[in-house]
């Protein structure tokens, strides 16, 4: 299969030259977007490697402890896990030289924004292979904020805040992308009692800013408690609050977050949820954040194999925000999941002529993520999936583990977030995907005609 990739790589960079812009001087180019030439490695850092134990916070939470709950009705032999288990800052700094030398430059890292301190007790129970179930989940992810000036304690170590991270990942020559979230804050209702900091968001000095009360969205009342303003009364994912976009201070309070992490060595933000707040609001805040950086870098997710859909986040009019492309991830793993497919299949998800994308080159392209499945191929698939990702149009996105076919298959609450470790990341060197992607991410990073 390793001859038919490359045939197939030749192919993709025949389409690519057919698909670039003239430059002035003759030359071919797909794009002119600087963050176009990175790779990006993607952990979600409390699974990668506990660099620090003394801020796992072992005994948080008391009753509703926080620190390594596993999921009810794992298979022999199987294991999933809704608490913490230790990854941080520290374990991803330790493992720079590691992600550098396989041919990565960037190292997009979840949400760092403090979390609630407890399991949430609300919603449906999380068992093995179940969806949109948080009862007995903790906000190891960081996608639960509640204070989004405040660094999460599980990640810091002593000299080693988010702004030292970031010079220290730049001093191995690698990015941090950080991931955002402006949708939704922690979950808001169903407790039986109302827990500490679910449902509320603190401001930069600790002020409480906004409280869903552990009523339901319809129950909110926004006009008579200002403590509900910052929530829409529709709902939206799970028992999350729904941040209301219509509400200027929400932007204020979002854009000084986020300008704070900038400021503290962010070099590009993945945008959680995009698709679940209107185009405008993204413009106001693209604009924002861009008067300041221009040219700032953001890729969102909208979960969506339309590509028409997904593509209204990267025009101009609509903030010039790029996009994970989900249509390419579906045909990548149709693809290499089956020996013996038709390649030609993914030329119909590149739209190089005449698509929807302002510009295809600067998709953020991957087969692996935290939210499906992992691809579930051999380890040729695998390494034919990268051999194309990293050869073809778009800013390749390999999700940890991946580099070495970890829990392949597995889903959410079935082993896809498990926890990696520093054992798993000094055997994975020299496997047969890991030797191979090293190849393939070492010689993108190298050759500018395959940025």
């Given at each position: 299969?390793r ?15 057919v698909g ?44 509703n ?13 199987e ?25 990565f430059?960037s ?55 988010f ?43 600790g ?53 704070q ?156 977030r ?6 798993r ?27």
């Amino acid at each position: 299969m390793r001859r038919r990739v490359t045939k197939l790589t030749l192919l993709a960079l025949a389409l690519a030259c057919v698909g670039h812009a003239h430059a002035a001087s003759g030359d071919l180019y797909g794009t002119t977007e600087p963050f176009a030439s990175e790779a990006i490695y993607f952990v979600l850092t409390d699974r990668f490697v506990n660099g620090d134990t003394s801020n796992d916070q072992r005994d948080q939470g008391g009753v509703n402890h926080t620190f390594d709950r596993p999921v009810a009705g794992a298979p022999e032999g199987e294991s999933d896990n809704i608490g913490y288990l230790g990854g941080d800052f520290k374990g991803v700094v330790d493992n720079a030289a590691y992600i550098r030398d396989m041919g990565f430059t960037s190292v997009w890292v979840t949400p760092i924004v403090d979390n609630p301190d407890e399991a949430f007790t609300g919603g449906k129970p999380v068992s093995w292979g179940s969806q949109w179930t948080d009862l007995g989940k903790t906000g190891y992810h960081g996608y639960w904020g509640v204070n989004f000036y405040q660094l999460d304690e599980h990640l810091p170590s002593e000299g080693l805040d988010f702004a030292s991270f970031t010079r220290a990942m730049k001093q191995q020559k690698l990015d941090v992308v950080l991931d955002i979230v402006a949708n939704h804050g922690s979950p808001s209702y169903t407790m039986p009692v109302e827990q500490p900091k679910f449902g509320k968001i603190y401001g930069r000095d600790g002020k409480l800013l906004a409280d869903h009360q552990n009523l339901p969205p319809d129950k909110l009342d926004p006009k008579g408690n200002p403590l509900h303003a910052f929530y829409n009364m529709r709902g939206g994912l799970a028992e999350l609050s729904d941040l209301n976009e219509e509400n200027p201070e929400v932007l204020e309070y979002l854009v000084g977050a986020y300008e704070q992490w900038i400021d503290q060595g962010a070099a590009a933000f993945r945008i959680d949820t995009i698709g679940w707040m209107p185009h405008r609001f993204w413009k106001s805040f693209a604009d924002r954040i861009r008067a300041k950086r221009p040219g700032f870098f953001m890729f969102g997710e909208a979960f969506n194999y339309d590509a028409a859909t997904i593509a209204g986040h990267t025009l101009p009019r609509n903030g010039g925000i790029s996009v994970l492309d989900f249509p390419l991830r579906a045909k990548l793993v149709e693809t290499f999941e089956k020996p013996g497919s038709d390649f030609a299949e993914l030329e119909k998800a590149l739209y190089l002529q005449d698509g929807p994308y302002a510009n295809p080159y600067d998709l953020v392209t991957f087969y692996d993520n935290h939210d499906m499945a992992r691809m579930d191929a051999s380890d040729e698939g695998f390494i034919d999936a990268n051999n194309w990702l990293f050869t073809a149009r778009g800013i390749p996105a390999i999700y940890y583990g991946s580099e070495t076919g970890f829990m392949r298959g597995r889903a959410e609450h079935q082993g896809n977030r498990n926890y990696y470790g520093q054992a798993r990341v000094d055997a994975g060197r020299g496997t047969p995907i890991h030797r191979n992607l090293t190849r393939i991410a070492q010689l993108r990073r190298e050759s500018p005609a395959l940025q």
